[in-house]
């Protein structure tokens, strides 16, 4: 099966300015997260998508962050206005979580996002 | 919420055994999480614990104990091709089965 696809895999932009990173998960999984991870620590959820209805986006920073998944397959993060804290690796990954057992993501490649 | 600990830096030498430990802290739990991540790679998925007990998959290990908040993920024979980050993750017992990830322990393996 293919896997989680994203782009664009590398963006330099000036702080202020805005940025759209884009996903495409798994085909027939139901769940999408976006991570962000900072350069030596570990993923930090910033939401989570079921079908097209967002479940938690409690990390998000809403004043600058935007996502959406439309139609319950592919999303789209946005930034705006980007600060220098924002440089990081954005990750997609989706799963298909069972009723019960390994709720096993599949990460995309990622979006690796430099902020001058 | 969940909190999640684990080691920064570690360093083995190949062919040794390795063990890089985790303990967490979670309102609900639905199981424990190691993924591998090479440098510049996305993580992917080495194995999953819910039970309490050791979990063998060839070269790698994990062992959960619940009462203990604690795991570990043990690497035999090492290669230098484990050198990489290894996560620790939490699985969260609600509706959406919310993944946590812990900060990642850096594993260098030298000669």
């Known amino acids: 099966e293919a896997g989680v696809a994203q782009s664009p895999r590398y963006k330099i932009i000036e702080k202020r300015q805005s940025v759209a990173f884009w996903c495409n998960p798994i085909?027939?999984?139901?769940?999408l997260y976006w991570y962000q991870q900072i350069l030596g620590q570990g993923p930090k959820l910033l939401i989570q998508?079921?079908?097209?209805?967002?479940?938690?986006d409690s990390q998000l920073p809403k004043d600058r962050f935007s996502a959406e998944r439309l139609k319950g397959v592919d999303s789209t993060l946005k930034i705006q206005p980007a600060k220098l804290e924002d440089s990081a690796v954005y990750l997609c990954?989706?799963?298909?979580?069972?009723?019960?057992?390994?709720?096993?993501?599949?990460f995309g490649a990622g979006s690796r996002l430099t902020v001058l | 919420g969940q909190n999640i600990d684990q080691p920064t830096e570690m360093t083995a030498t190949e062919g040794a055994i390795v063990q890089i430990n985790c303990t967490y802290q979670?309102?609900?739990?639905?199981?424990l999480f190691w993924y591998q991540q090479h440098a510049g790679e996305a993580p992917t998925f080495l194995s999953y614990?819910?039970?309490?007990g050791l979990e063998e998959k060839g070269r790698f290990s994990s062992f959960l104990s619940r009462s203990k908040g604690y795991s570990y993920l043990l690497l035999k024979e090492l290669q230098m091709k484990d050198s990489a980050s290894y996560l620790c993750?939490?699985?969260?017992?609600?509706?959406?089965?919310?993944?946590?990830f812990g900060t990642g322990t850096k594993l260098q393996v030298i000669p």
């Open positions: 085909s027939g999984h139901a769940t």
């Open positions: 998508f079921q079908n097209n209805g967002v479940v938690d």
């Open positions: 614990n819910v039970l309490d």
């Open positions: 990954a989706s799963s298909y979580p069972p009723e019960s057992g390994a709720n096993v993501l599949t």
């Open positions: 993750a939490a699985g969260d017992s609600g509706g959406y089965q919310k993944v946590t």
């Open positions: 979670t309102s609900g739990f639905n199981g």
